[in-house]
Nanobody
Framework: QVQLVESGGDLVQAGGSLRLSCAAS????????MGWYRQAPGKQRELVAV???????NYADSVKGRFTISRDDAKNTVYLQMNSLKPEDTAVYFC???????????????WGQGTQVTVSS
């Protein structure tokens, strides 16, 4: 199957920056869309940003102009550069990928375990 491992979460002051990384590993045939979601305490998980395997991107309105998603297909890795962080960005950030594993040959959604981002005011 496919495993996703996030890193880069931390405690940062408002106005600061963080860069999250998510590396995919396992029996990967192809990765389609890769994205980041977040879930704050007491709230539903929400889409932050997504990048297709063609390089198209889409962002939540709340992060447009502050966050940048990118991917390195040679490393099966997706990044989220977060600038001008606000306290309301505090959440657990989850990596997501639609991938096709070898010997299954059907697209499936995979999730990482999450990484905590805390922005202090």
């Amino acid at each position: 199957q496919v495993q996703l491992v996030e890193s880069g979460g931390d405690l940062v002051q408002a106005g600061g920056s963080l860069r999250l990384s998510c590396a995919a590993s396992g029996s990967i045939f192809r990765i389609n869309d890769m994205g980041w979601y977040r879930q704050a305490p007491g709230k539903q998980r929400e889409l932050v940003a997504v990048v297709t395997n063609g390089g198209s991107t889409n962002y939540a309105d709340s992060v447009k102009g502050r966050f940048t998603i990118s991917r390195d297909d040679a490393k099966n890795t997706v990044y989220l550069q977060m600038n001008s962080l606000k306290p309301e960005d505090t959440a657990v950030y989850f990596c997501n990928a639609e991938a096709i594993a070898r010997f299954t040959w059907t697209p499936k959604q995979y999730w990482g375990q999450g990484t905590q981002v805390t922005v202090s005011s």
